[in-house]
């Protein structure tokens, strides 16, 4: 009898979700969907940067939109960098596995040719763009130069840069292109914090950085006010800084390389790998547009960022970056060219 | 405050989850909170969280957090020996300690702070990084090429990844887990807790090999009086880390090792280093706490993050609308102050707490090892995966584990390995920004020219020692 109720309760454990198993499940809407679930957003940087700080942000207000539902960062998930963004485009399509990054570094690299890039611009799907800048060119407090035509004049001008391809690294070059200055980018530094720092010191005599971040270096004392904007327009930031084609007369080729960094600007931006359902990426995008919209998440970014750093929505975005596909192969290929001349090492 | 510190010590104690873990997770509640509790709470929770990892470390010879890992080379040891007590209350005694005189030695510093920071450049740091390296000579006991080779593979390992400057590939065999180099954590943990344990496990018995019981409080206030019979030593070790953590992107790592190989270097018996000696857990466990004080003060006199962990500290400052840098220590003297003053405090309490609860730690190395070794390999693996989030983290850690395993049993150096690997990728940064900012011209840098000294003084002081030992006992015969 005993054998008989123990075998009884064994099979009917066994039995219900042998039977729910076997049941049709109903599709769960996207809102259903993420309600139920924990997303990933993975962010290529280790955390306290700002890209993490923006991703960050983003994530602690999901549940804001998405009741019932949680999002976690995982930073240098998958080697971290540009590692990183492979294991993103690699991973599972089911939408929950979310990317956080610098949006030069998916853009920029794969249209710049990077080594270790595994994923093309067209197989990513944004949701959105957390802030938005703009370059800016500032020399260091210890340089004898205070404007672009005295540093046409100046002998060894050494600037700062990351890794190649990245727009930190090419907009030194790109400027000392344009003017045919007699300078060198030396590639390698961490992050802008320490190139930043090494312009304070007299060890480079400048370099490029997003205008939200050269304000803060400004009150540090660490830079001088920039002397050029790395876009068509002005910056909110500095309004008296002029725009680029303001100060140098640009060829219609130069024209073109400048638009590279309008089409790749600096930022945070929130993408998914291709290959996650329309519905989903709908759903993502329409949470991304009403969490930017929170005035706490407002406030919370300008207190970081300064204001005049505004977040772009997932579909201007993809419209964006679309215009980077007109751009002929062969003007990426020049403007890397060009601006290799100066990269130290390859001088 | 104090949550903060409670909060440090159990992130410092978990291996695999470190400070810039633990600050992440609190990131989300410094976006809300005011400011006079998400800072305390931050500072609070860095300062302690590697006197937390020293429990770990010298208990079960897992890194609590990598700063950790030079502790591991003596504390465990003495945990063998049947010291655990006797480790722990040197370990966090000293840490404690180290972290409160980093404090007074960076108000001592506030008017100089900027001037010295903005002075070193790239070329300088590129050579204060090399006499890191040559401290590997130092760290070989026995035999010197064995311990130069291990040295050697370290620097290998420490070019594996993207090169910085070209972005290329190096040693990545076409990996994407390897873009970035071979992370930090599953190498310590492969490299000395797998090799350990298995001894552990093949041996049988407890970690304790010593058949008597000491007794646990006796044996703590023991380690805490070594740390005051020793008090040069202290004192060194905390200046070293304190130096080292006023530098941006030099890293607690390379204080703890450089702490641990400069005591070697000047103990009256350096031969003891690595078979359980207390001079070998109060170095780098001085330096580790100090490094913080330095760190700290760059980061608010600077704008600049002292260390990895500060990038967060310096996020929060910034959301809550303070700006670092030179103005920080004028107009905001006091928030300046008080964090530095939570250091202080912070490691008060916390290194009170942990010598209270010492006692019932140390009894850990006398459980069996058919209990503590499926344990300890557990939290290991467990605590490497939760590093990232990947499998091959894991599989990581198992083969370092095997070259763990070889090194040890053939006699190679494992703490010179790991302080190649630690500083040759900096040093390989720093060299090629230096030649590239200073060109030739940096062999005129004051710095550079001390370094060389100091190096070319570390190479031949073994070798004059032996020559004048030699002529002496020549002398003497002849006599």
Redesign the interface.
Known sequence: MRAFIAGFIVVMLCAVPIASSGAPKEALTPVEFYSAKQVEMIVPYSAGGPVDFGARLFATHWPAYVKGGSMVVANTKGGGGTASLNFIMKGPTDGLTVGGTSHPGAVGYPLYKAAGVRWKIKDIQWIGMVYRDVLVFSLSPKSPYNSLEELKKAKGLKFGGLSPGGNISLGPGFISALMGLDATVILGYKGTTEIALAVAKGELDGYVEDAAGVIKRIQQGMVKPPLVVLSKKRSPHFPNTPALPEAIKLTPEQQTWLSFFQYVPQGTSIFVRDGVPADKVKFLQDAFDHIVAIPVFQKQMEAYYGSGSEPISGKELAAEVAQLASIPESAVDNFTATTDKYMFGKK | MSLGVITGLIVGILPGIGP??G??LF??FA?VLPANYALPFMIALEAVSTTGGAITTVLLNVPGDSVNAATLMDGFPMTQKGEAGRALGAALTSSGAGGIISVFMALALVPVIVTI??????ADLAFILLVGITFIAVLSKGSMLKGLISGALGLLFSVVG?Q??????RL?FGS?????GI?LLPLAVGLFAIPEMISLAAGGGTIARTGEVIKGVENVVEGVKDVFRHWALWLQSSVIGFIIGIL??IGGGAATFTAYAQAKATSKNPEKFGTGCVEGVIAPQSACNAEIGGALLTTLA????GN????????AL????L?????MLSEHLDLSLTLLLIIVVGNLIGAALCLFAAPYFARVAFVPGRILFPLVMAVAFLSVFAY???L?DVLATLAFGVIGLVTKNLGYNRPALFLGYILGGLFE?YL??GI???GPRLFLRPIVLTCILIIVAVLTSGPLKRMFQRRSRKGSDQA
């Open positions: 810039i873990q600050l992440a990131l989300p976006f920071v903005l002075a070193i450049q790239s993207l910085s400057m070209t972005g290329l590939p990545t994407d887990y390897l873009f970035n992370p941006p992107a600077v704008g600049v993050p990895a962990s500060q990038a967060i500290t310096l996020g910034i959301m809550l609308g700006v670092p840098g030179p103005t990232q989030g990947m091959e940064q090629i920004l590239g900012t200073s």
